[in-house]
């Protein structure tokens, strides 16, 4: 959620700024900004609107080897030239970009216009460019300690002075901040993607730490001003990882990718010998991981979703309760926390707050905190104590794809540790192991089918409304292809358990409102079909997600196939298909896939 890039060398550093946003753009796209320092001036660009709206309001060569860049994600104050960031004070001499939240600004503005001072935006950030001028010290680090001492909330900010053109001050409280370690010249961004082209060193920094950054170096310390000592950790996303490739959208190029992050995810955690499975980093010996007697599992959004089908997942092969809930609801209900529960923090940025938030609270009960997360050296990733990596590589589209997969691919791998602990027989483990190693091919095989998903995405994008039903696992299923659709497509889409369509949406269906049922031949098939009876009696269009099998006991409006898998893994499948199905509903109503209106790939605000 909104996204900073800096940088300070010997190059200009407009273009550097503005190739940053361009890699940031997933994180904010309503606005974007950069200032660069010289001559003792800032020179500062805003504009509302994408990054490439920015790029035409810039001068054709910008001077400068010291700026720093936004791309906004609006919290205080709507898309506009005035909100957008950096900010500056009113002699012009600080600029700063911010990304999280001031709480306490609409005070400390007060206290600013009392003193006759005029603010140029709503923002809550612009606060900060005023507290710094107003705090006049030494060095700029001394005058942004001083400042961030009377702010409350959270924040990663960078900050330039005019009159200092060889330093960027960047701290941070809650909203990640990383520094990119390159030959004479460092860079500083929200997230290690806008680093990657020009360095694969990078240094995250922690709450409460600030850091003065030259072209030679940086130097971190604390806000209080003791010195910290970090450790550079490589990044292994390659260039290509992060580029779209041959493909229209990233989503698409995502989705493509399945198989082989599904491999990645897989890769040496596959046990024959004892047909279990090996996940090094869950650091609980057999005996601690015997002691577990729930599961609760946290998360937003699409991870939360796969959250739902994780404690499928641990229920069936572990025959340990497991439950999800959105991170957000657990947060504010004051939880009671069990010391013989196994709480499991799932994110794909390893940045969302509200799952950061959980996941501290749940520490500081004293509470076990497992991580599922993709981004390597993320914040979440950092405070939980052990952790599972998905590796499937960056995600760019702001809807998670192959994420969501690779989230579902690590329950089962730790449903069938857990398993295999207790009740999951040898076999078991065997009949498991070889379904895991079929996905990535089974993923291929429903890609190659993308002409007959496209058939079903034509006839329900003239729909207003869409229902998604399925039962169990196949519930997760619905929820998440419900999610995908009104994310990329606008199109209002509500998931229900089939078991409830008859107590209040079945008043709903019409021949306008197409569903599309989860109907894997389990055995709770049976039961679906009648579901779908249900629904055709209403007049509702019908289309089925299924497995091959004999001619279907009733009549539907589409069909879409995949490969069956072993009934527990079923459900990973099945969602694979109502990707492309939301790709080509959107791609049909020409929405902007990658960055669909109001959504943000990382939430780092509550
Ligand atoms: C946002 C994104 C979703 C994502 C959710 C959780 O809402 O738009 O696609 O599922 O955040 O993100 P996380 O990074 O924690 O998995």
Known sequence: MCGIVGYVGKRDAAPILMEGLHRLEYRGYDSAGLAVVRNGKLRTYKSKGKVRELETHLPAKLRGATGIAHTRWATHGQPSDENAHPHSDPTNRFAIVHNGIVENAAELRARFESQGVTFLSQTDSEVLAHLIAATPAETLADSVRGALRLVTG??????????????????RN???????????????????????????????????????????????????????????????????????????????????????????????????RFQTTHLGGLEMAARELLEVRRVKILGCGSAYIAGCMGAQLIEQLARVPAHAEPASEFRYRNPVIEPDTLYVAVSQSGETFDTLAALQEIKRKGGRVLGLVNVVGSTIARECERGVYLHAGPEIAVVATKTFTCTAVAFALLAIHLGRLRDLSTAGGARLLAALKALPAQVESILAAEAQIAAVATAIASATDAYFVGRAAGFAVALEGALKLKEVSYLHAEAYPASELKHGPLALISPATPTVVVLPRDELFAKNISTIEEIRARGGPTYVVTHPGPPLPVAVDGVIEVPKSEPELDALLLNVPLQLLAYHVALAKGRDIDQPRNLAKSVTVE
């Open 154 to 171: 959270t924040y990663g900010i960078a900050v330039v002075d005019a009159e200092r053109a060889d330093e960027i001050v960047v701290a």
């Open 174 to 272: 809650g909203s990640p901040v990383i520094l990119g370690i390159g030959e004479r010249e460092m860079f500083v961004a929200s997230d290690a993607a806008a680093l990657v082209r020009h360095t694969q060193s990078i240094v995250h920094l922690d709450d409460g730490e600030l850091a003065v950054v030259r072209a030679d170096g940086y130097e971190t310390s604390t806000l209080a001003g003791g010195a910290t000592v970090k450790t550079p950790l490589t990044v292994s996303w390659s260039q290509e990882a992060l580029d779209k490739g041959d493909h229209e959208h990233y989503m698409r190029k995502e989705i493509a990718e399945q198989p082989e992050a599904i491999r990645r995810t897989l890769s040496g955690r596959l046990d024959d």
